[in-house]
């Protein structure tokens, strides 16, 4: 089988493709685990500069606008105050390339911009070639004449993959997607970590703890880091040798929670904030936790929570639609309810020192039988030969 992907989203302060192909797994490691079962697989990039590169025996091809094209985007994003000009880009700037590739079926990384969705689904449909979709994020358009726009785009592909239906349900009670047969629960992306022995990864990063916590991730309210301290000072009021660690990318709330932390006893001399951590070195900083602390009342995915779970990591998360799948509803992991401290501190003492332990190879073999790159692979080509199997007008 042949498949080609498609992704229109690239970020134009990227220029590199070797630097893109490094920065995002899922444009790296699902084609490849794809190809791995041994299937050619091609991956069509919008992006600035045009180039070719071949990574893990999958073909990636960068598209770019032309000279025009690329000056009228950015002219477009300049008039309306708009911070990146590749949203401007040419809807059908890739089904050249599809069109020269010619596959066996097609798969949209992303829901949006449904403009680009629709015409690469015009496009298949024109070839007689399946379509299929995944959910990146994104609400319904408020207004009608969005709405009437992802109607129309949302009709092309035969299958839409979501974390889990409840990310589904918004798109169905608006709808947008004209049957809950077209919805595939299966995760978005996955991550390339790899367990490595705690006192190794501590080695070289001189986090020290028991146990050690870790946060990685964005300290904003959605993430809602305040609640995780809190329920941090809960656990060193019994377990004084604890200590926790903050990676974050950005840092909104940072005043606040230093002020938190400065003016209780407990937490003072156990949390430190690490900051931005490269992504090379965020496998050492993972692999010297115990448990990572994560506090979102909002996910469509969880990436941090999947690289944690790669390396063995016991997850103490919210008990939401996307970690609920990634623990399998808490028998890889803890969940509490948003916004309640006492009941993640609970948890976290009840389980206890010896069942943290335990627990981490059973989180490492969950994440390889379920949530790795190699796993969603299998229910990408298991998609993809089913629709290869149905013709457009019985699918969904």
């Not at 690490?274 to 993972?286: C, K, S, W």
Request: hydrophobic residues 45%; contains cysteine; positive net charge.
């Amino acid at each position: 089988m042949r498949i080609a992907f498609v992704n229109t989203s690239f970020g134009a302060e990227l220029s590199d493709p070797d630097a893109l192909l490094e920065a995002y797994t899922l444009v790296r490691c699902l084609p490849a685990a794809i190809a791995a079962l041994g299937h050619e697989v091609d991956f069509v990039q919008y992006f600035p500069v045009g180039a070719e590169r071949t990574r893990g025996g999958v073909r990636h091809h960068f598209v770019a606008p032309g000279r025009f094209a690329r000056g009228a985007a950015r002219f477009g994003a300049g008039l309306l105050g708009r911070p990146h000009w590749d949203a401007f880009v040419p809807s059908r700037l890739g089904c050249a390339a599809l069109s020269r590739l010619e596959p066996d079926v097609v798969h949209f990384l992303g829901l949006m911009p449904p403009r680009r969705l629709l015409a690469v689904g015009r496009h298949c449909r024109r070839r007689g070639l399946p379509l299929s979709a995944s959910f990146h994020g994104a609400h319904p358009a408020a207004h009608r004449a969005g709405r009437a726009l992802q109607r129309r785009a949302l009709a092309e592909p035969r299958r839409i993959f979501f974390t889990t239906r409840a990310h589904a349900a918004p798109w169905l009670e608006a709808g947008l997607i004209r049957s809950p047969s077209v919805v595939v629960e299966c995760m978005e992306a996955s991550s390339d970590f790899e367990w490595e022995a705690r006192e190794s990864a501590r080695a070289r990063t001189g986090m020290r703890g028991d146990p050690v916590f870790a946060w990685a991730g964005r300290l904003d309210a959605n993430k809602d880091p305040r609640t995780a301290l809190r329920a941090f000072e809960r656990v060193v009021a019994q377990w004084p040798e604890a200590r926790l660690y903050m990676a974050y990318r950005s840092g909104d709330l940072l005043p606040a929670l230093r002020a938190q932390v400065a003016s209780s006893q407990g937490l003072a001399t156990r949390v430190e904030f690490v900051g931005r951590q490269p992504l090379a070195e965020m496998p050492d900083f993972l692999n010297s936790a115990d448990v990572l602390l994560q506090a979102s009342h909002r996910e469509f995915s969880g990436l941090a929570v999947l690289e944690a779970m790669a390396c063995g990591v016991v997850p103490a998360v919210t008990d939401i639609p996307s970690f609920r799948a990634m623990t399998d509803h808490g028998r890889e992991g803890l969940l509490f309810p948003p916004g309640d401290a006492e009941a993640l501190a609970e948890q976290v003492l009840k389980l206890g020192r010896d069942g943290i332990r335990a627990l981490q190879p059973r989180v490492c073999e969950a994440f390889e039988r379920r949530l790795s790159y190699e796993a969603i692979a299998r229910r990408y080509v298991s998609c993809f030969e089913e629709n290869l199997g149905r013709p457009q007008a019985e699918a969904g």
